[in-house]
Every structure is written in C-alpha cells, then in structure tokens.
C-alpha cells in the first residue's frame, strides 16, 4: 500500500512540474559552477534542469512527438555545431510549437548562435566584437572599456519584463546586437547608452561599427504570435557570479553600489521568458439581451446586448482574476461597428452593454488584448442579428407621414376626378337630348 501511495505522489509530482522542465547547453561544465547563484535561483523556483554539453551526441528535444522539454537555455556562445539531432531548425521549431529559449552569446559567438537569433529578429555582431563605452565603463575594466556600466535608465518601460528599474546599474561585457525596427515582435530591453558602439577592441576603427549609441541593444526578447517568448543577452557573463556579486561604479566618477543589479533584472527576465509573469487567459464568455440571462439562438437590431468574459493571470503558479481599465470589446461585421471598452466588477468579471446596430448579419464580439509584457489575449464569439419582423414595425412612421398625405391625395384626387368624368356633360350633348 505504501509502495501504491510513493508510485501516485511521484506520477503528481512529474505532473506538476512537467512546464519547468529545462535543457541547459553549456559550452562546458566549468560555466555550472561560474553561473551557480544563476542556476540556484531557478532550481529554487521549482525549475528540473538538466546540463548537458552542447555537443552531447545524446542531444533530442522530441521524442515520438511530444517535447521533453518546456524551456531551452542556450549558455554556450561559441558553438559550431549541435550535438545529436539538435540544430538550428530544431530550435526554430521548438520556438513555432510554443517553446521559450534563454540565449546568452558573448565576444565570441559563433555563426550557429547568429542563425538562430537572426530567426528571432536580432542581428549579433561579428565574431571577436564587443560592446565599448569610453565614458561608461566600470573601475575594474581592464583598460580596453569593454566592461561597461548600463543604467537602468535604458531599460524598457515594462514591469512585468524587467521588474523595478530602482535598481542599481548592471554591468555587461559581451557584443552588441540589432533588434530589426520594422518587427513589432521584437523588443529592446536594454540598450547601451548614447557614446557605446560595438568594434573589435583590438582593432582600429576603419569602417562604421555595427551598432552605435541606442541602437546597441544589450538585451533583447522577442514574443512570438502563439506567445512562445525568447530572450538574447549578448553577454553570458551578465549572468555570472563575478556580476552578480561585484560592486559597480563608473570610472570616471559617480555613485558606488555594493552590488550590481545583474542578478536582479536576471530573475525578473527568467520569470518571463519562462511565463512565470505576464501570462493571461480566457475564462468563460457569456452574452445575453439585457433584462435576460441566457444567451439567445439570434439577436434582433437595436436590441441591448449585455456581454460578459472572465480572465485571469497566472500569479505564482495560480491563477488570479486579472484587473485593468484599457480592455476593449469590438462587434464587428468586416469593419467594428461598436467599440466600447469593458469595466470590472466586483466579482471580477468583465462586462459591458451596448446597442446593436440597425444593420443585420453575422458579427463577432472579439476581444484583442495586446500590451507589452503580456501574453496576446484573443476572443471571438459569432452571434447572429437578424431585422426587424413584420409584426415588429411601427404602424406609423412619422418620417413617412408626407407619403400618407401623398397617397391620400391621390386618392381623393381620382376620386373627385371619377365623379366629374361620370356626370359632367357639355352644353352640345344637351341640345341634342332636347331635339
């Protein structure tokens, strides 16, 4: 009997934790322990991962069509080829059927890690280039100002993505990269300040760099449409011990901190490339007329439509009723005919009334709910509106009451008419009755 009970709370473990299933590529093992404090952090948040050496022969995400894995973290920057059945479009496939990855490149990325971030929207420097700042760069560099201080400043206007920016700085060593500007996907979540550029630090400068000034994006994350979500860093040693625990301070002057914010913005990026953070669903949708509860087989025009959606936010690991003011409801038939946005009750349920236009046909109530940080939220119901019966009219019109006049005019002009054609005689025709 014990045995049966150790079996089911084993096979409900294995269950709960299956999303937090991890595959780590590591350059080699050595990085396990320089990156210890990062790993900690996910191992303590319920996180099963796995280590493996990115050349493992052994390496598979899939087997018999199911993903071993929810999340993929690739710590291995200079790689030329993946071991087993890995590749880049494996990877690419994994990030199309829902998977998230954490990438971390450096100096020394390799022309594999270049396929798959440039699959992402981001473009990574070329090999043997790094990030420079002659006037932000922190007291330990080791003279080529390629250890910079990144204020917080740069970071994105997102909370749920980076969490609070009253952190310190952070500091980062590793290359540049190019977020693509016409891809509303992708995201620059810290970019370098305004005197960086991306060189060979060893090089003299004899053609324009790769990226300059804001357009260095440090860190960039991308959500893809079916809401599977990607960060690059162009640094793995922003996610290190050394930066972790070292205090920072600008070279040529400022405030001295204890501690980076490194291992800060790292937790805060972790838990929403793994949605931990910022993941929404739809509960149960309803619509009914108003005055009535029950959703009807069709709708009549300009009849009150009372709609109603429940949606909620994963917050550890539970999900919470979600609350804003800017959700919009549209009722649209190729085009929104009503816009209106929907308010919160106190039962947590979203819910709007409106009237439904003088126009007949099949619309559809979407609610299309897009904000940085979140997952995409996407409802549509199809409901049918049909026009007015005959019984349902007005009997009369008082837009119509000159065609009443009109006709009744008519009517007693043919009527008068009729009579006169009848019993009008001419003078003529009444001689010749006489004679």
Known sequence: MALIYSF?????ASYINADKETLVLL???????????????????????????????????????????????????SVEEFGGSLSVEAITKFVDDGGNILIAGSSNSGDVLR?????????????GAAVID??????????????????????????????????????????????????????EVLTASSTAYSYKPDSPIEEYPHAVGKNTVLIAALQARNNA???????????????????????????????SGNQDLSESLTRWVFKEEGVLRVGKVSHHKAGEKDSP????????????????KLEKDKW???????????????????????????????????????????????????????????SATQVSVRPLEHTQYERFIVSAYPYYASAFSMMGGVFVFSILFLHYRTNEEVKKKSE
Do not use: W
Not at 8 to 12: E, G, N, R
Not at 115 to 127: L, N, W
Not at 231 to 250: I, M, N, R, Y
Not at 339 to 356: M, N, P, Q, S, Y
């Open 320 to 378: 919470v009723p979600f609350d804003a003011k800017d959700i919009q409801l549209e009722f649209v038939r190729i085009d929104p005919f009503v816009r209106t946005v929907l308010t919160r009750g106190a039962d947590g349920v979203f819910r709007t009334e409106f009237k439904i236009p003088d126009v007949y046909g099949v619309y559809q109530l979407k609610v299309d709910y897009t904000r940085v940080g979140y997952t995409f939220l996407n």
């Open 27 to 77: 350059d080699n093992l050595a990085i396990r322990e320089t990156h210890s404090i990062f790993f900690k952090s996910l191992t303590d948040r319920g996180y099963s991962l796995i280590f493996k050496p990115v050349d493992d022969s052994n390496l598979v995400l899939a087997k018999y069509g199911q993903y071993l894995y929810k999340n993929l973290v690739i710590f291995s920057p």
């Open 297 to 312: 087989q069709y709708y009549t025009i300009m009849e009150n439509m009372v709609y109603e959606i429940e949606i909620e």
């Open 115 to 127: 396929e798959i971030t440039a699959e992402c929207g981001f473009e990574v420097d070329e090999e």
């Open 134 to 187: 002659h006037l932000n760069y922190d007291v330990l560099d080791q003279g080529k100002h390629t250890t910079i201080v990144a204020d917080t400043a740069n970071l994105i206007d997102a909370p749920m993505i980076v969490g609070s920016k009253k952190t310190a700085p952070f500091l980062f060593r590793g290359t540049g990269l190019i977020a693509d500007k016409e891809n509303p996907l992708v995201l």
């Open 229 to 259: 979500r990607v960060v690059v860093s162009g640094s793995l040693d922003f996610f290190s011990d050394e930066f972790f625990s070292s205090p920072v301070q600008k070279a040529l002057g400022g405030q001295q901190y204890p501690r």
């Open 8 to 12: 089911i709370v084993l096979l409900l």
